[in-house]
């Protein structure tokens, strides 16, 4: 089933000039291409034929056709922007929205994510000697959640939510240690201290946090971008949130499947020790 909607949408930084003309008209106006030509797209985007044929292939399209097609197939079945929550709504249609919410930002993020850093991230956590996570506020049970995973392998982390414990511990790291910091904001000064004084000692730095430029992202040597659109309603970023945590379980995923024996066996003996916490 098609995307191409969300696809665009999650590409538009990457965009140039005149393919953004094309995706700012499309998303304003998805129907309408499917009656027109190439040419009628081209003049009512202002760019050439050309423009419309290279934005269809960055789209992984074969070209105008099939972008028409494509389009025309998933209209009306994906949500195309972050719908908005009304006093009005039952539980089901904040049910609703809060699902079509949450499946746009995982479809953005996908885009925003870069695969080379991803998979970077994953084998420096794999390899690292010590392992600390931090998270404040709502990003605090997120990285618990990295740790109760990455603890389930084997791997030697922690997750600290205390602004002094962060600092703390990060004073103490050495090379081949490695900071997993979470803010959605990417601009908490506690944070930001802490992953300064980890690369003052030569830890790696992997921050997970929303797309754009943000204090957190520049110290980071490997970035791990979320991709949501919180409305008023969504105070605790839950749709940002979900993208983390989707991150988070690619690179455990990652690890379980790359860690040989290792993590083979650590996995094992994790789920021995717990059988008897269950009936």
Known sequence: MGCTLLKIKGMYDSLGRGERKIADWMLEHPGEII????????????????TVVRFSRRLGLNGYQALKISIAQELGSYPTGSPTIRQKDTCMDI????????????????????????????KALLQAANIVILGLGSSAPIALDAMHKLRRTGLPA??????????????????GDVVLAISHSGSSTD???AMEQAKKKEATTISITNSGRSPIAKISDYLLPTNAEETKY???????????LAIIDTLYTYIVLNGGERITQAIHDTESALESKKY
């Open 35 to 50: 009656a027109m030509s190439i040419s009628e797209l081209a003049t009512a985007c202002g760019c050439g034929d050309a």
């Open 95 to 122: 049910y609703a929205k809060h699902a079509a919410d949450i499946a746009l930002t995982l479809e953005k993020t996908k885009y925003s994510l870069n695969e080379d850093s991803l998979e970077a991230a994953a």
């Open 158 to 175: 922690n997750a600290y939510s205390d602004n002094h414990m962060q600092m703390i511990v990060t004073s103490h790291l050495q090379p």
């Open 191 to 193: 944070i930001a201290s």
């Open 234 to 244: 969504t105070i605790l970023a839950m749709s940002s949130r979900i993208a983390q």
